[in-house]
């Protein structure tokens, strides 16, 4: 079965970077788009940014644009999200998902719906 299994998260002050990461397991992921979303305590997840193994192309939350850079590497199947100049607003909980969009669009790619399995999520605190 499908495995998605996060790491990387921590305490780090804000101007601070973390890099996260998510091993997948369990099948071929040449289709697959990897996305990562976030949900802080009391609020809705949120699209934070994804990635397709089909061609490498990338799409942002804006909360997140300049700041972080997701990238992935298919010998292992690891996709990472590389987050630099952390601001509190960033904490959450981070959790990796992988899915076949019905299309690579923006829109389509920053909907939780069309990802069929997900991890554990890692917590990133940031504090001020």
């Known amino acids: 079965q499908v495995q998605l299994v996060e790491s990387g998260g921590g305490l780090v002050q804000a101007g601070g970077s973390l890099r996260l990461s998510c091993a997948a397991s369990?099948?071929?992921?040449?289709?697959?788009?990897m996305g990562w979303f976030r949900q802080a305590p009391g609020k809705e997840r949120e699209f934070v940014a994804a990635?397709?193994?089909?061609?490498?192309?990338?799409v942002y939350a804006d909360s997140g644009k300049g700041r972080f850079t997701i990238s992935g590497d298919n010998a292992t199947n690891t996709v990472f999200l590389q987050m630099k100049s952390l601001k509190p607003e960033d904490t959450a909980i981070y959790s990796c998902?992988?899915?076949?969009?019905?299309?690579?669009?923006?829109?389509?790619?920053?909907?939780?719906?069309?990802?069929?399995?997900w991890g554990q999520g890692t917590q990133v605190t940031v504090s001020s």
């Open positions: 998902a992988t899915g076949i969009p019905p299309a690579y669009t923006r829109s389509w790619l920053a909907q939780a719906g069309i990802y069929a399995y």
């Open positions: 369990g099948r071929t992921f040449s289709d697959y788009t």
């Open positions: 990635i397709s193994w089909k061609g490498g192309s990338t």
